[in-house]
């Protein structure tokens, strides 16, 4: 069975681990009552709405 000569460096472990995280990056859904892209499952950020209803208030930015 092979066993590694060396112990891989720092840098090389984070390189091979850095792929796992794009691997989950979440799927976006856009709103039906604004059309801005939100994460499923959770209150659209910039309206407030989740399921067709207003479930928070969202105060304007400016």
Request: hydrophobic share 25%.
């Amino acid at each position: 069975m092979g066993v590694p000569k060396r112990k891989p460096s720092h840098s090389r472990q984070r390189q091979r681990r850095a792929y796992n995280s794009v691997l989950k990056l979440p799927q976006l859904s856009t709103c039906p009552q604004c059309a801005v892209p939100y994460v499923p499952h959770r209150v659209c950020p910039a309206c407030g709405f989740y399921h067709g209803r207003q479930v928070i208030t969202v105060q304007a930015q400016g």
